[in-house]
């Protein structure tokens, strides 16, 4: 329980109707003393950080259960002396520790000045509370990435070929940007690439919101742009949690471009590593992967380019000797055929006279025929066969009716011809 005891009497304040700013605030700092002497451990929320001069103005908070409204805050202050040793001790720098949005552990001297008020000294931090807690945020980004889906979504994009048109996400001052740029514009190999800066902090607590910003912005223009690569110069392992951040994480792993990092070290991965389609450890791995990308599609168009000449070649001598193959079968076959021909010529030369003799023959029986039809089928043949012809001039009789029109008409007979005259009666007949 807190004791309550000031020099003098106790009911001094109460029983003043009214009393100086000062003497309440002596009031104040002598109770706090009295009732925390010594240092306790905190835990809360950093709201605000400010590092002037080595020291650090820290705004601490701590929310309701719900997270929406702040139950309690309150200032803190680590004095260069002790963040130095702390710094020293631990192999970490306060100023990758402290950021805004993080739980921390702190041991802390109470103290009440009266005209500064309130205020806790920090004599000791727990990097390991604060690490443990990012750990466990960073692993239920990872679980929820996972249940939702976009652990692997961005990995399953189609990086182009020859992704030369790139949206680059990074600080315009940081080493890596530059690096970045020198690599590109210096490959060995000549390769053009149409680079476009979104600028944004690649670390502290404005990385986050303005990052997602230009993610936003280059997702509205995803059809400029082959890829997106986001890059930062070096810096200590604890910036890496800046991109393990949830919303930061969820923003890229939604992108319909494929995302190549540039943010970590050798030996750590952030989630956004995880998320992105292609990590690499540096800003100048990631422009090397670039350039060895359109390097080794050079190589195997190079490759191809020889392979096709060289089946070319095989083609064209493969053709040539199967055309050679073919005129000298052409010849053969041609010889073969003349051959053929000339000894059907000689053939026809030798049955020529033979078949000549034999149709000269045949037509001859068959004219011979054909006048012994003639004589059979003429007038002097049908009256050597006994039959006779009336004519009246050089018109036939055929009719009795032609008969009844001449009263004298010619008898044709074999031996000759006589002139008969026509009766009623005959005609009447």
Not at 3 to 31: A, V
Not at 300 to 305: D, E, H, S
Request: charged fraction near 25%; include cysteine; proline fraction near 3%.
């Amino acid at each position: 329980m807190l004791r309550f005891l000031l020099s003098g009497d106790p009911l001094y304040l109460r029983l003043m109707s009214t009393y100086r700013l000062f003497e309440l605030n002596t009031f104040i700092r002598r109770f706090v003393a009295l009732n925390l002497p010594a240092p306790v451990w905190v835990q809360a929320e950093v709201a605000e950080v400010d590092e002037r001069r080595g020291h650090y103005y820290l705004a601490l908070m701590e929310k309701t259960e719900d997270g929406q409204e702040i139950a309690a805050q309150a200032k803190a202050v680590i004095w260069s002396r002790t963040a130095n040793k702390w710094q020293r001790t631990n192999k970490l720098l306060l100023k990758d520790l402290l950021q805004a949005g993080r739980e921390v552990h702190l041991q802390v001297q109470v103290s009440f000045h009266e005209r500064f008020g309130l205020q806790l000294q920090v004599q000791d931090l727990d990097a390991n509370y604060t690490l443990g807690v990012m750990a466990q945020q960073r692993q239920r980004t990872i679980d929820e990435l996972m249940a939702a889906g976009l652990l692997q979504a961005n990995k399953m994009l189609r990086l182009a070929m020859v992704p030369q048109r790139l949206a680059v996400i990074s600080s315009p001052a940081a080493a890596g940007w530059q690096d970045f740029m020198a690599q590109l514009r210096d490959n060995p190999y000549g390769y053009d690439f149409e680079v476009q800066l979104f600028p944004a902090a690649v670390q502290g607590t404005q990385a986050s919101p303005e990052i997602r910003r230009q993610l936003r912005t280059i997702e509205r223009r995803r059809d400029s742009f082959d890829a997106v690569v986001i890059i930062r110069g070096g810096g200590a392992r604890m910036d890496l949690a800046d991109f393990d951040e949830k919303e930061l994480c969820f923003a890229a792993a939604q992108m319909t471009l494929p995302i190549i990092s540039g943010i970590g070290h050798e030996t750590d991965q952030s989630i956004m590593d995880m998320v992105a389609h292609t990590a690499l450890k540096t800003p100048t791995a990631a422009a090397n992967f670039l350039i060895d990308r359109l390097h080794y599609l050079d190589q195997q168009l190079a490759g191809a380019k020889q392979t096709i000449a060289q089946q070319t070649k095989q083609l064209v001598q493969r053709k040539a000797f199967e055309l050679a193959s073919l005129g000298e079968q052409l010849k053969f076959q041609q010889k073969q055929l003349l051959q053929k021909e000339a000894w059907k010529l000689e053939q026809y030369a030798q049955q020529l006279p033979m078949m000549v003799r034999r149709r000269l023959h045949e037509a001859t029986a068959q004219l011979e025929q054909l006048q012994q039809l003639h004589q059979l089928l003429s007038v002097e043949g049908q009256l050597k066969r006994g039959f006779a012809l009336l004519s009246v001039g050089d018109e036939i009789i055929r009719t009795g009716s032609q008969l009844a029109q001449h009263e004298e008409v010619t008898l044709h007979l074999k031996d000759g011809t006589t002139t008969l005259h026509t009766t009623p009666q005959t005609k009447k007949k």
